[in-house]
């Protein structure tokens, strides 16, 4: 197995934060890790905001996740299990992820049902004459 990448602090950019928080999953992922006292397994977030989660998109989530430098993974026999830089990112960024976090928060409370994203309209199909 390849080893897993982890931005140093000092490699960790305000964009690439931005970009990883910018997918609704990826946010309630991050949410949930910040939040919890212990590691959390990938397998726990198979079901987000009442969605099923295909592995591979999970993956690839966590992927996102932890190159922009919010988690910090470690596999565990077959498992990987994964715990928030919140901490280390605060020094760097004071007070960043907080008002991300309260921000979708805000933004959740006011639109309950887009989940804190604002659903799109689906594009019209273009008609060959």
Same mark, same amino acid.
């Given at each position: 197995m390849r080893p897993l990448f982890h931005p140093s602090i000092e490699d960790i950019t305000v964009e690439a934060? /931005?970009?990883? /928080? %910018? #997918? +609704?999953?990826?946010?309630? =992922?991050?949410?949930? =890790?910040?939040? %919890? #006292? &212990? +590691?959390? %397994? &990938? %397998?726990?977030f198979l079901q987000v905001s009442e969605k099923h989660i295909p592995k591979s998109t999970l993956s690839q989530h966590f992927k996102i996740l932890r190159e922009a430098g919010l988690i910090r993974g470690e596999r565990r026999g077959v498992e990987m299990h994964n715990v928030s830089r919140c901490a280390e990112i605060d020094k760097r960024f004071p007070g960043l992820i907080a008002a991300i976090i309260n921000a979708l928060r805000i933004q959740s409370e006011g639109n309950p049902q887009a989940g804190g994203a604002a659903k799109r309209k689906p594009a019209k199909a273009k008609r060959k004459l």
């Open positions: 934060i /931005l970009h990883a /928080l %910018s #997918d +609704p999953v990826r946010v309630a =992922i991050y949410a949930e =890790i910040m939040g %919890s #006292d &212990c +590691p959390q %397994s &990938c %397998s726990n």
